[in-house]
């Protein structure tokens, strides 16, 4: 393009006549001006595009893991609810059918993430969730769950931040746990009234915990198109991961970089094995 | 659980969602301080704690709230209070002046009671606990009725009966007394409790109100009292609740201090 533009402007002023010359020298001006315009504003559309471009943040099988505990909690918080609450024990009844869905959403609760286990992705996103890198702990000492402490502190957050990391955490401990507990409950003969009495304790309260922690984890969503539409379709913005999670941007672009790298070693090494055949 | 972690890296490497070739220091993310393994043992522990230890945490909150003028303890979890088990949805509510209680079966004048005629025949109060087979108690319930020893006594019961099955109108609920059972003073055919009458969420306007037993023996919604040859095990029972639900000793739960 840069060249013919140039050829442009070489022809307009092998044909300059005089008189015609300096209008020549002006189109020219104007066609280098209207190219460096044009080159800038491709450069732009050109970055734009690739922090536009998408990224995979979730495989499918990591979302329908998150789709199915989801459900299932929606289930055992509303069924839990009727069986607790006695304004809604009184309005919906049927106690015996909600107990047994309950009790089996609560039975069937840690099965996905169990499954989860068979994907390799899910298994990468659970080793993360669990360490707490230099990073998160500062994350956590300076609050940067408000989103202007974060703006302000920009730090290499990985694919998950340390509150992400947490709520994973105390979710799964707080689910093994309820399904215990639950279970005790459920068996009138399988420990003593103490242990029950203290099983119907911890499942009470720990169901208040779990619905405060949720509110927080669903608060966040709400808050955050992006991550939902993460969540939902497996895919995010690349503009998204530099200003969440700047550090896992960072690792995929350098990913991307070997991989380029890599691709360049290998039509190298190629080159070299033609050309030693031509010699 | 090293292993399993180990090997989630490297198969997370080979499929190039994580893990730089080669360079494993280079990842923080990844090579962190296990706190999300801590935080799980962590909540899995203290749950463990409160099932051995909640029933003291949960005796103590309770003395609390009933000595917090706030009432702010009313909105957190602390048991000894009403739960509210109902068996079909919706229960239709009974109109008092067309409420009729029978008592029908194996009995020489079988009888049809208005809350008049209930009323009208000798009362009894009672202050019991109620004692939930699930674990809840409510202390010091104070309940007014009739015996139902009494209300045998005046129908007559026939010498080839044995039990008697007591039926809800809320369609579904049914329990079952033997004749000995409920010859106990503490079985209350109840028409007040908590000083009014006993409102419909609570089983009214009559429950029956088997002191000694598990709450679920004393049937809201008492419609009919039938005297029966033979213990047919009401709704709970088919659940797996034991027929003879006497508080302390039956259940499995040898804990509870009876009630009566």
Redesign the interface.
């Known amino acids: 393009m840069s060249r013919r533009a140039e050829d442009g402007g070489g022809r307009a002023q092998d044909d300059g006549a005089a008189a015609s010359s300096a209008r020549s020298r002006d189109v020219q001006t104007v066609q280098a001006v209207q190219l460096q315009d044009a080159q800038e504003t491709r450069g732009v559309r050109d970055s734009k595009a690739v922090r536009d471009s998408r990224i995979e943040r979730f495989?499918r099988a990591e979302r329908y893991v998150h789709r199915v505990t989801a459900t299932l909690m929606l289930t055992l918080i509303v069924t839990g609810a009727v069986l607790?609450l006695?304004s809604l024990?009184?309005?919906?009844?049927?106690?015996?059918t909600i107990a047994l869905i309950h009790l089996y959403s609560g039975w069937g609760l840690p099965i996905p993430m169990a499954a989860g286990l068979f994907s390799?992705?899910y298994?990468?996103d659970?080793?993360?969730?669990?360490?707490?890198?230099?990073?998160?702990r500062t994350w956590l000492k300076k609050r940067a769950w408000r989103s202007e402490r974060a703006h302000e502190l920009a730090l290499p957050v990985?694919?998950f931040n340390a509150g992400q990391?947490?709520n994973?955490?105390?979710q799964?401990?707080?689910i093994?746990?309820m399904a215990?507990?639950g279970t005790?409950?459920w068996f009138?003969?399988?420990v003593?009234?103490?242990?029950?009495?203290?099983?119907?304790?911890?499942h009470?309260?720990?169901?208040?915990a779990i619905g405060f922690v949720l509110i927080g984890h669903i608060w966040f969503a709400v808050n955050d198109r992006q991550a939902r539409v993460g969540m939902r379709t497996g895919w995010v913005t690349r503009r998204w991961a530099e200003q969440e999670h700047r550090?896992?941007a960072a690792?995929l672009a350098?990913?991307a970089g070997?991989e380029a790298v890599d691709r360049a070693a290998r039509d190298e090494a190629g080159a070299r094995e033609v050309g030693g055949a031509v010699h | 659980m090293v292993e399993a972690d180990d090997a989630a890296l490297s198969s997370a490497k080979a499929d190039g969602t994580g893990g730089r070739r080669g360079g494993v220091p280079d990842r923080p993310e990844w090579e962190g301080r296990p706190v999300g393994r801590r935080v799980v043992f962590g909540v899995v522990g203290l749950g463990t704690l409160g099932v051995v230890g909640g029933a003291a945490v949960q005796r103590f909150l309770a003395g609390v709230a009933q000595h917090d003028p706030t009432g702010l303890t009313n909105l957190l979890p602390l048991g000894d209070e009403w739960r509210f088990y109902t068996v079909t949805g919706g229960v239709p509510k009974a109109d008092p002046n067309t409420y009729r209680l029978s008592v029908t079966g194996l009995v020489d004048r079988p009888q049809r009671y208005s809350l008049a005629d209930l009323a009208g025949l000798p009362q009894t109060d009672l202050v019991r606990d109620f004692q939930c087979v699930t674990g809840w108690r409510v202390p010091k319930v104070p309940w007014s009725g009739v015996r139902l020893r009494d209300m045998l006594a005046l129908a007559g019961v026939q010498s080839s009966a044995k039990a008697l099955r007591f039926v809800s109108f809320d369609g579904t609920y049914t329990e079952s007394l033997t004749l000995d059972q409920a010859q106990n003073p503490d079985m209350l055919v109840a028409t007040r409790m908590l000083n009014g009458p006993v409102t419909h969420d609570h089983g009214g306007p009559v429950r029956l109100y088997a002191a000694p037993m598990y709450g679920y023996k004393s049937i809201k919604w008492l419609s009919e009292i039938q005297v029966v040859d033979r213990v047919q095990p009401g709704y709970w029972e088919n659940f797996g609740y034991d027929v003879d639900a006497w508080v302390g000793k039956s259940n499995g739960r040898s804990g509870d201090v009876p009630t009566s």
Not at chain 1, 89 to 96: A, C, F, K, L
């Open positions: 495989t607790y006695p024990s009184v309005r919906i009844g049927h106690r015996p390799r992705a298994r990468a659970v080793r993360r969730l669990g360490r707490h890198s230099e990073t998160d990985g694919k990391k947490l994973a955490a105390f799964c401990g707080a093994l746990v215990g507990t005790l409950m009138p003969h399988l003593g009234v103490s242990m029950r009495t203290g099983a119907t304790f911890v009470d309260w720990l169901a208040l550090g896992w690792e350098a990913d070997d």
